[in-house]
Structures are given as structure tokens and as C-alpha cells.
């Protein structure tokens, strides 16, 4: 019997709660799981961005908490680790609601109770003339997060992923810069095998969409994204 472990998991769900910054086309990147097999054999399951998104008609709220039903979704045919995945990021996001951190409504939308998700406008970041767009900290959703950065910070994001993939090595203290934007990348840089080639991807992306007035980014909690203009 196969043991499934779900290494982004282990530290993602902290992040939105170390800084009051921090609530914490489809783009073709990945996320990679680890599955051990009963002979020890890892093997890597790849996902897209709307097999995140699939899970949504088995997702509803009781009590006021994301609750996934596993045994539907199952039978729907959805991948039994993109569940076990989707289960972890709930449990999370459940305990943010029991520390009156986020409120979710029936509807699966997540309100934030905690001022977290400021507009960046003041922040001496974005005091470069000619800068446009709005940048926001990560807002929550059921998949992930949603962050916007302005035609600056876009510039200067892009530039940080490009930076890490050229330095080959993915750590925690070269990922730090980049998680305060997007949460999911500080664990699973450093633990489920992301490599210098998604960061690259996600440098050109971001530069792609950026036409003047910045980005939109929706990256789930298995690190895939979605990047589009503002």
C-alpha cells in the first residue's frame, strides 16, 4: 500500500500568520508530489491548474468551515493525492477560521478579519515614478491565493525569481523575498523538487504579462498559477 506524503505541506499553511503583511491562458507550471511506493520508489505526479479548480463541486461550507467531500469527488474520478492535498490546505484554512483570522461565506468566498490584505499604494516599495497598477498582499481563496503587484514590483518580482534560478540552488533564505508574495513557494521551493526552471518560467511570465500596469497572480497551494495583466 502506497504512503503518500505531501512535503509543500508541511510548512505552507504557517505563512500567512508570521507578518501582518501577509494574509497569508493558464500558465503550464507544475507542482510536484512525492509518492513512496511499497518498494520505496518516488515517483512525480504532475498537475494542472484547473485540476485544482475541478475540486470545486465537491467543496462546500458547514459551520462556517471549508469542508471537502472526498467520497464524491472520488467517484468523480479526482486524483485521490490532489485530494489528500486539498484536505491539508482546508485544515489550514479552517483553523484561520477558528482563530477568527478569515470568515468564509457559503458561497466559498474568504473574507479577511485581520487587516492583512492592504493596498500597497503608500509602501515605499512603490514610490518609483511612473509605477502603475495596484499591489495587494495575498488574498485567501479555497485553492490558494490571489496577490496583484504593480508594473514595479512586477519588475522587481520577476527579477528575484530570475536571480534564484540562476543560483541553481533553491533555499528557504534565497525563496524568503518571494513568499511574502506568494506563500506556497517558500515550502515547496525548498521541499518537493521545484526547480530552477520554474522560477525561470515564472520570471518570464510575470515580464510577459506585465503591460504597464502590473499583474494578477492566483497561485495555488500546490504552487501552480495563473498570471494574467491588471
Not at 502506497?2 to 505541506?9: A, D, S, T
Not at 523575498?177 to 525561470?200: D, K, M, N, R
Request: aromatic share 12%; proline share 3%; glycine share 8%.
Amino acid at each position: 500500500m502506497r504512503k503518500i506524503f505531501i512535503l509543500v505541506l508541511l510548512t505552507i499553511f504557517l505563512l500567512p500568520t508570521v507578518t501582518t503583511a501577509l494574509a497569508r491562458g493558464y500558465e503550464p507550471s507544475v507542482m510536484d508530489f512525492v509518492i513512496e511506493n511499497d518498494n520505496n520508489v518516488k515517483d512525480f505526479k504532475e498537475y494542472t491548474f484547473e485540476d485544482i479548480l475541478s475540486i470545486e463541486p465537491y467543496v462546500h461550507v458547514e459551520d462556517g468551515l471549508l469542508v471537502l467531500n472526498e467520497t464524491a469527488a472520488i467517484e468523480a474520478g479526482i486524483d485521490n493525492v490532489l485530494i489528500k492535498g486539498q484536505q491539508e490546505y482546508f485544515i489550514f484554512l479552517n483553523r484561520q477560521v477558528e482563530m477568527n483570522v478569515i470568515s468564509v461565506s457559503p458561497d466559498l468566498t474568504i473574507h479577511n478579519l485581520s487587516n492583512n490584505n492592504n493596498d500597497y499604494r503608500s509602501n515605499t516599495l512603490l514610490r518609483f515614478a511612473g509605477c502603475k497598477g495596484v499591489t495587494r498582499s495575498p488574498e485567501y481563496f479555497w485553492w490558494g491565493y490571489k496577490t496583484k503587484l504593480n508594473s514595479c514590483d512586477t519588475a522587481k518580482v520577476s527579477s528575484d525569481a530570475g536571480t534564484i534560478a540562476a543560483g541553481g540552488t533553491i533555499t528557504a533564505t534565497g525563496l524568503t523575498g518571494l513568499g511574502f508574495w506568494f506563500p506556497p513557494l517558500v515550502a515547496a521551493g525548498v521541499i518537493s523538487g521545484l526547480t530552477s526552471g520554474y522560477f525561470w518560467l515564472l520570471s518570464e511570465r510575470l515580464d510577459a504579462n506585465n503591460k504597464g500596469s502590473g499583474v494578477v497572480v492566483d497561485m495555488t497551494w500546490a504552487t501552480i498559477y495563473n498570471i494574467t495583466p491588471q
